[in-house]
C-alpha cells in the first residue's frame, strides 16, 4: 500500500507540521508514504515539491478578490480558483491512496479535486472544506456553514457586491456533490461541524487525532531550559505560543493579556513573566508590571521543546481551534496547559487532572486556572506528569499510525467511504 499525501507546505505552519507527522508516522511503521508540496522546507527525500505556476500571482490575485468583500472574520480566505495542474501528477503516481490536507494558497483548485481518479482521504485541519472561502467560521456571527450560504443570511457586518464565502461555497456543492471524500477530523469537535454542515451532512467523520514525536517533545531540565532562553529562573513562567505570535486573533492572545492584567491587580507582578513565540519580532515589554518576552518563531523542535519545559504553564486562549499542536507539544514536554472549552481543546486537557479548563472567553476564570496550576508546585508537577502520560498513550506516533493504517485497508479491500466509519 502506498500513500500520498498532498499539503501546500511540508511543514512550515501548524496543518502542515501535523499533516508531516502523520506521513514521518506511517513511515516508521513500514508503510510506504510520499508528500507532494508546493513549497518544501525539510530534508525529507520522500517529499516532492511541486511547482505551482505563478503560484504568488495567483494569491495575490485571490487576495484582490476578497478585498470586494468586506467580512468581520479576519481569519485567512482561501477562493482556490485557478488550475494548478497537480491533480495530473497525483493521478500519474502509483498511490493507491491520495491524502488531502491543507489545500490553500491556490495548491488546487475547487474544480481540480473532482479529477483526482484515486480514493481520497481528507484530514481537515480547519473548518475550510465545508465554508466558504473561511478557513474558519466567523465567531462573532457563527453558523452559516449549517445553513448553506444564501443572501439572506449573509451577516449584516458583511459588506461588498460580492460575498465571495456564498460564491466558494456553491463551487464546492457544485463540484464536490458526488465525491465519496474519507474524511478524518483529529478533534471530536470537527467532526461535529462536518456532520453538522450543510455541504456535507449527514457524513461522518473518523476521528484520529494528532501524533507526536515524544522523543523530541519530552520533558528538559527547567532550569536548563530557562538558561537557553535567558528567561527568569525565579518567576513563574507563563507560556503563549500560536502562528504569526501574539497577532493571530484567533488564537486569543488579547484575552491572555485580559487574564494576566486580572492577576498582576492582585499581586503577580512580581512572581510572573510570560513568553510569547511565534511572531516575527523579538524584544522586552511589560504588561502592568509583568515583563513580557517575545520569541521568534523557532524552527528547531529541541529547542522548542525546551522553551515548553522552561514554563510552569502553557495557555491557549484560543476563540477557535481545531486539536492545536502547541498544547500537545506542551503537554508532552510535562507542561501543564490552560485553555478554554472550545474546538478540540477539552480532547486534549483533562480539567484539572493533566491541566485547566475555563468557560469561554471567561478571562477571569482563565486567570484563576493560571493561577491554580501554578500556585502550588506539588500540584503543577503532578498535572505536568498527566500531561505526559496523555500524549504517550493517546498521540504516540505508532498509535495514530495505526489507525490510519486500518481507514486505509478498509477504503482499499471494501471501497468505503466515511460513511462506513463511526465518529468517536
Known sequence: ???????????????????????????????????????????????????????????????????????????????NLFLSGIHQAINRSDADIVHLHWLGHELISIAEVKKINKPIVWTLHDMWAFCGAEHYDDVSIPGRYRKGYKRENRPATHRGRIDIDAWTWRRKRKHWRHINFNFVTPSRWLAGCLFESALFSPKKATVIPYC??????????????????????????????????????????????????????????????????????????????????????????????????????????????????????????????????IGGIPDMIDHQKNGFIARPFKTQELAEGINWVISNSHRRNQLGREARKKVLVSYHPNIIAKQYLKLYRNICKFGLDSENFSRK
Open 212 to 341: 507526536l514525536n515524544t522523543d523530541v517533545f519530552k520533558p528538559v531540565d527547567r532550569p536548563r531550559g530557562r538558561e537557553q532562553f535567558n528567561l527568569s529562573q525565579d518567576k513563574q513562567l507563563i507560556l503563549f505560543g500560536a502562528d504569526g505570535g501574539g497577532k493571530n486573533l484567533l488564537k486569543g492572545y488579547h484575552l491572555l493579556e485580559k487574564a494576566l492584567e486580572y492577576l498582576a491587580d492582585r499581586g503577580a507582578a512580581n512572581t510572573m513573566e510570560c513568553v510569547v513565540f511565534g511572531g516575527k519580532n523579538e524584544g522586552r515589554s511589560v504588561l502592568k508590571g509583568i515583563p513580557v518576552t517575545a520569541i521568534k518563531r523557532i524552527k528547531d523542535d529541541n529547542l522548542l521543546a525546551m522553551l515548553y519545559s522552561a514554563a510552569d504553564a502553557f495557555v491557549a486562549p484560543s476563540m477557535l481551534d481545531n486539536l492545536p499542536n502547541t498544547v500537545m507539544e506542551a503537554m508532552s514536554c510535562g507542561t501543564p496547559c490552560v485553555g478554554f472549552r
Open 1 to 79: 500500500m502506498k500513500i500520498l499525501h498532498l499539503n501546500t507546505y511540508d511543514i512550515r505552519g501548524g496543518a502542515a507540521r501535523a499533516a508531516y507527522r502523520i506521513h514521518a508516522a506511517l513511515r516508521e511503521n513500514g508503510i510506504q508514504s510520499e508528500m507532494i508540496a508546493a513549497r518544501k522546507d525539510s530534508q525529507d527525500s520522500n517529499v516532492k515539491a511541486y511547482h505551482v505556476r505563478h503560484q504568488e500571482k495567483k494569491i495575490r490575485f485571490g487576495k484582490r478578490l476578497l478585498s470586494l468583500q468586506r467580512s468581520s472574520n479576519p481569519i485567512l480566505h482561501s477562493c
